[in-house]
Nanobody
């Protein structure tokens, strides 16, 4: 089993920055695709960005491209999301999730961290 723990959320003004972290325990990310999702009130959960851990291949949602950057620390088994130029519409609960690279289902989820961007 893999446990994921997010941190780094908070309240920030529009135009500001936050960095989210997702630390894994129980398993390493080596054979996994790891992603950040978000869910705003009244909206469906959406993929923000994903990374295949071993190859570092990334996929960004249009809403995140150019403002958000995903990165990883292999030694710490930790995923990061640097969010710049934040907008009020980025307000959501952000979740870290992982799936085996051969699967299309994200099986492991963190508890989420709240990001609130004020205008």
């Amino acid at each position: 089993q893999m446990q994921l723990l997010e941190s780094g959320g908070g309240l920030v003004q529009a135009g500001g920055s936050l960095r989210l972290s997702c630390a894994a325990s129980g398993r390493t990310f080596n054979d996994y695709v790891v992603a950040w999702f978000r869910q705003a009130p009244g909206k469906e959960r959406e993929l923000v960005v994903a990374i295949r851990w071993s190859s570092r291949t990334t996929h960004y949602a249009d809403s995140a491209r150019g403002r958000f950057t995903i990165s990883r620390d292999n030694y710490k088994n930790t995923l990061y999301l640097q969010m710049n130029s934040l907008k009020p519409e980025d307000t959501a609960v952000y979740y870290c999730a992982a799936r085996h690279f051969a699967s299309d289902q994200y099986n492991y989820w963190g508890q989420g961290t709240q990001v609130t961007v004020s205008s």
